[in-house]
């Protein structure tokens, strides 16, 4: 609640301060943002969260639909609900994979992460494949430390030593069973679950190969499938592609989605590289080649029309003065894709990528930690 009535007024100070500037000039929202973040006021920041906790029970409100707090005397707006699919009527969520690639704990990694934006993340993102059992202990007192409100989004690869037709003809199912037990009886919170994310690359379109679109398809299928025979109803089960016109143009591309039946969520994991100037170009880049690709954004609203889309993982690929513009970018143009509901930055100072390494970090500059900050803390990314 605290942390919550801190963001506010910081955002009452953000809103007062625009129409101070732009009361003096004519600006666009965009020149406003600019002008705001040079004053000293902007630069001041809520306080970041309390390094340590200790967990607390789960948490009722995320089995129904939401109405989150809201302080009178600086919200008198309609009232902005989160549905029983967690995905918000207003903005969308924030959320991270801290420090990635490294050997911090992953709780202080976190607490690292919101001391330097000066917030409590949304989501909080963490990863698992084969017979690991989850959410841990330690990603449930996450879920559910005291005053604050953080959601998990967990990958799981539920092929890892067997093929997608294996897991598809039930080669995990005594895993998803106890994984289904587990869930059940410690985490009633409803959480994201990402079956298999960025499979484009694996495909082996061969028949017989045990990873074709289809074997994909039928995998995520199974998972889901055996996850709700168990009783889970509180998973929301996340597809989650690369989303890059390298793969978008290839003839199966559209065989790898799941169907509606299955996915409550849609995601994308587009990274910022030296050739992608902004927001706008990263979530919906297109190619004229081989049959075409118009953009995920774009081929997402088509083949999963209903269904809220998340940046699972961004990013920028180099640290440098570059860093502060694109995040100035996705303040700028966020608003152009009402469909995105929750972006969740992947943060790392060495990841394996395209055959290189990448290096995330938000705070190598002063510039980009600074856009960063501003950013996470525009209303639009404040439920």
Known sequence: MADRRARLTFHAARIATAIAVCAAVACTPEAAEEAIDATPAARAQPPAPAESFAPGPPRPWVRATLEPERDPKLDTGPRCTVSAALVPACGAWWGVAPAAFTETPRTRALHDFERKIGRTVDIYHAFHRGEQIFPTEEEMAIAREPGRRRMLLLNWKPDWGHSWAAVAAGAMDGHIDRLAGHVNAHFPERFFLVIHHEP???????????????????MFRHVVHRFRAKGVDNALFTAVFMGTPKWGVKPWFDRLYPGDDVVDWLGMDPYATPDIRDFAQLVNQRSALERGFPG????????????????????????????????????????????????????????????????????????????YRTLGHRPMLNQ
Do not use: C, H
């Open 200 to 218: 484009e690359e694996e495909v082996r379109p061969e028949a017989g190969s045990g990873y074709t679109a289809g074997d994909f398809r039928n």
């Open 296 to 371: 995920f954004y774009d081929w997402s609203a088509e083949i999963a029309r209903d269904k809220p889309l998340m940046i699972a993982e961004w990013g920028t690929t180099t640290p440098g003065a570059r860093q502060a513009a694109f995040f100035r970018s996705v303040s700028a143009q966020l608003a152009r894709y009402p469909r995105i509901k929750a972006l969740v930055y992947f943060e790392t100072p060495k990841a394996p990528f395209a055959g290189g390494t990448i290096d995330t970090r938000i705070d190598a500059g002063r510039a980009a930690l600074g856009a």
